[in-house]
């Protein structure tokens, strides 16, 4: 089994308390950090299809989530340039009643790789409480949105249609993601851009703070 492997096995068993070495080894033997990522999400999305058949629970999803973090953490330095917040302020969050942020930890990472400040409101996260920290931060450019579940796109939709509505609508740009997520989705709500993933999201926030 190559060590890339060994990293997405230990992901997808739960196993915190290696995963950390493992990537590091990974990177050690020249594995790429984006290679080793891609690894870590198709290890989330094996046990995501177990936990649909009920070959799995919600408490082994929960330690795949914490095992794949303690990878992220290592990877973190090789995938992030570190170039300081010039490019502007973006606020990110995981929309109402969803708990799910690996992704958005992912795409909060990379824009913030990519010349942003990033505030980041956490998960289950009220459209008031978006408004609150738009408020807070006038010069915000980017409002980015993660929802994992179909059962929060509705909250994702109320929060864009709040942001639709505000005076200043036009001084920010709203983005959108996550799995359940598609361009016909973001359309149909009125957000400004979807992407699929974290390194897409990075590009495009860059492109509207142009
Ligand atoms: Co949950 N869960 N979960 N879960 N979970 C999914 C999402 C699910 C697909 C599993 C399945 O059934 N196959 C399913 C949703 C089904 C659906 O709605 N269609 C599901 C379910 C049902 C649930 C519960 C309802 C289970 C229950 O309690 N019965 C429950 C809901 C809790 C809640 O949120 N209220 C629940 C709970 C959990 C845990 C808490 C145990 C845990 C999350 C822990 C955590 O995040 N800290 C968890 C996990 C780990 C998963 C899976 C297995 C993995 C998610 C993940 O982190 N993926 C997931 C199955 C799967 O994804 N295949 C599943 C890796 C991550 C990198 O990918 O987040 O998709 P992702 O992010 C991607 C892109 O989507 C994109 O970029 C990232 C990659 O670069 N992206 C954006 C994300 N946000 C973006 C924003 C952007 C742009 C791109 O712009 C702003």
């Not at 790429?32 to 989330?44: E, F, K, R």
């Not at 980017?142 to 609508?169: D, G, Q």
């Not at 799995?179 to 390194?199: K, L, M, N, R």
Request: hydrophobic letters at 50%.
């Amino acid at each position: 089994m190559s060590k890339i492997q060994e990293v997405a096995s230990a992901v997808e068993m739960g196993k915190s308390k290696i995963v950390g070495g493992l990537t590091q080894e990974a990177l050690n033997e020249g594995a790429s950090a984006v290679d080793v990522l891609n690894a870590m999400i198709d290890a989330m999305g094996v046990v995501g299809e177990k936990f649909k058949n009920n070959e799995i629970f919600v408490p082994e999803m929960l330690v795949a989530a914490r095992a794949m973090k303690k990878g992220v953490e290592v990877l973190k330095p090789h995938l992030a340039s570190g170039e300081a917040g010039k490019a502007g302020k973006v606020i990110i969050g995981t929309v109402a009643g969803d708990l799910h942020d690996i992704g958005k930890n992912l795409v909060a990472m990379m824009i913030e790789s990519a010349g942003f400040e990033v505030i980041d409101l956490g998960v289950d996260v009220p459209t008031e409480k978006f408004l609150e920290a738009l408020k807070a931060n006038p010069d915000v450019k980017i409002v980015a949105l993660s929802a994992l579940l179909t059962t929060t796109m509705p909250a994702m939709k109320a929060t864009v249609e709040a942001l639709n509505a505000l005076e200043n609508r036009g001084a920010i740009k709203v983005m959108v993601g996550g799995a359940p997520i598609t361009q016909a989705f973001a359309d149909e709500i009125g957000a400004d851009a979807y992407t699929a993933d974290a390194a897409s999201a990075a590009q495009k926030a860059k492109e509207l703070a142009a």
